[in-house]
């Protein structure tokens, strides 16, 4: 399909969806893997990251092959757009392999657990940029500006739980918890991966509110109702 642009980059939509579906197959079970996984558990969900890499490239060298063609404008712009969300999809899995499931070891292997509260932090935050992970998924897909909104918005929601979640467990640190002392770098390091994870998954909306007037500087255009 390469000398079809159009067709061309639907087709690079449709990898990129996969490559999308992949790095949340690998994001999924990272609180399985922190309450419970073993080394091979992690060891296979870190492989996925390969097939992700593998991807990203395949998108990127495909799309730069199609770039080599007559494309109009909006092809052109298109072509960036999928590439930029490959990447941002590259670096999400590479949080996860990298950092994220390293943690998870580091936790099996010193048989560290989290306090009550900690746990719940960490699986709440999880679960709302699990739910984000479909939402930019869709918004990929369908180009529907009311769902890109709504994943723009989420931006502000993770930041605002992962700032609260800081300050819990800075509070659980003055007041002597020892399973908060004990993990508190794993704690910390862990938060602060779901909310990068999160921002990358939300500027896959950028480019469509761009383009329809709901992006300015970085923030949502208020949307006045009669």
Same mark, same amino acid.
């Given at each position: 399909? #390469?000398?079809?642009? /159009?067709?061309?980059?639907?087709?690079? =939509?449709?990898?990129?969806?996969?490559?999308?579906?992949?790095?949340?197959?690998?994001?999924?079970?990272?609180?399985?893997?922190?309450?419970?996984?073993?080394?091979?558990? #992690?060891?296979?969900?870190?492989?996925?990251?390969?097939?992700?890499?593998?991807?990203? =490239?395949?998108?990127?060298?495909?799309? +730069?092959?199609?770039?080599?063609?007559?494309?109009?404008?909006?092809? +052109?712009?298109?072509?960036?757009?999928? =590439?930029?969300?490959?990447? *941002?999809?590259?670096? +999400?899995?590479?949080?996860?392999?990298?950092?994220?499931?390293?943690?998870?070891?580091?936790?099996?292997?010193?048989?560290?657990?989290?306090? +009550?509260?900690?746990?719940?932090?960490?699986?709440?935050?999880?679960?709302?940029?699990?739910?984000?992970?479909?939402?930019?998924?869709?918004?990929?897909?369908?180009?529907?500006?009311?769902?890109?909104?709504?994943?723009?918005?989420?931006?502000?929601?993770?930041?605002?739980?992962?700032?609260?979640?800081?300050?819990?467990? $800075?509070?659980? $640190?003055?007041?002597?918890? #020892?399973? &908060?002392?004990?993990?508190?770098? #794993?704690?910390?390091?862990?938060?602060?991966?779901?909310?990068?994870? *999160?921002?990358?998954?939300?500027? /896959?909306?950028?480019?469509?509110? =761009?383009? /329809?007037?709901?992006?300015?500087? &970085?923030?949502?255009?208020?949307?006045?109702?009669?």
């Amino acid at each position: 399909m #390469i000398g079809s642009p /159009t067709l061309a980059l639907a087709s690079a =939509t449709r990898e990129l969806l996969r490559m999308g579906e992949l790095v949340e197959q690998m994001f999924r079970p990272v609180m399985d893997m922190f309450r419970s996984g073993t080394s091979e558990q #992690i060891a296979r969900l870190r492989g996925i990251d390969d097939e992700i890499n593998d991807t990203h =490239t395949g998108i990127k060298l495909y799309i +730069a092959e199609v770039n080599r063609g007559e494309l109009t404008g909006d092809e +052109a712009r298109r072509g960036i757009e999928l =590439t930029d969300v490959a990447i *941002n999809f590259e670096y +999400a899995g590479d949080i996860i392999a990298k950092n994220l499931l390293l943690l998870a070891s580091e936790r099996a292997e010193k048989a560290l657990q989290f306090s +009550a509260e900690g746990w719940r932090e960490l699986d709440e935050l999880h679960a709302r940029v699990v739910e984000n992970s479909q939402l930019a998924l869709n918004v990929l897909i369908s180009n529907d500006v009311a769902s890109a909104r709504q994943l723009v918005a989420e931006k502000e929601h993770v930041r605002a739980m992962q700032r609260e979640s800081h300050e819990r467990h $800075l509070h659980r $640190l003055q007041s002597g918890r #020892i399973e &908060s002392i004990e993990t508190s770098d #794993i704690h910390l390091e862990a938060v602060r991966a779901f909310k990068e994870i *999160n921002s990358l998954l939300v500027a /896959t909306a950028y480019p469509l509110l =761009t383009r /329809t007037g709901d992006l300015a500087s &970085s923030r949502l255009v208020r949307v006045t109702r009669s």
